[in-house]
């Protein structure tokens, strides 16, 4: 941490005093002497929230930070108390800010493998989830022998994209582009060998 000072010209000053003599002045030496008695409450507080001492060390340098713009605008009485709240409030926002990313990515994760599974209408795969038809299972024969592969660990296998990607050594979005191009063919193939029957 870059914030450990120590000024002893400031050491008997009260904590009122030195945030008065900070608004005064906007000296940040002055706010590193007040900062650094409470230190260890500010660590504490984000470990307890965090559950993760890098994220808590990265919050008690963005709470000195946020001390530099926040008690210019605040009529602070009683600095421990307030800064125990600011802190409060800067974790829970955090982790609220962390869950809606998250919450977001996986709506928009989920929207994708539903678009990539489902296509434009059910297809057969989606449909047949017990046992296939002979149609089917000789047009998926037919496949390149990437799109087979990726079909097959994907409908057959239950293993997701990820995996699929992890045992072919391939990126997600290779998996997810040959299990769709692979299930386009299928349905081709498939309408051509409905037409012969017809």
Known sequence: M??????????????DALVRLFKSEGNLEILGVLYQRYM??????????????????D??????????TEI???????FKSWLYVLTKNFCLMEIRSEKSKS?????????QEK???SGEDLHPLDEEQQGLNKSLEECIKELKEAQKKCIHLFYYDNKSYKEIAQMLKLEEKKVKSLIQNGKRNLKICMERKDGKKG
């Open 2 to 15: 870059a914030l450990k000072v120590s000024w002893k010209k400031y050491d008997d000053f009260s904590d």
């Open 40 to 57: 260890h409450l500010v660590l504490g507080v984000c470990m307890k929230y965090f559950d993760n001492r890098e994220a808590a060390r």
């Open 59 to 68: 919050g008690v340098t963005t709470i000195f930070e946020k001390l530099i």
């Open 72 to 78: 210019p605008r605040h009529e602070v009485d009683n």
């Open 103 to 111: 919450a977001k990515f996986l709506a928009w994760q989920a929207e």
């Open 115 to 117: 678009f990539v599974e």
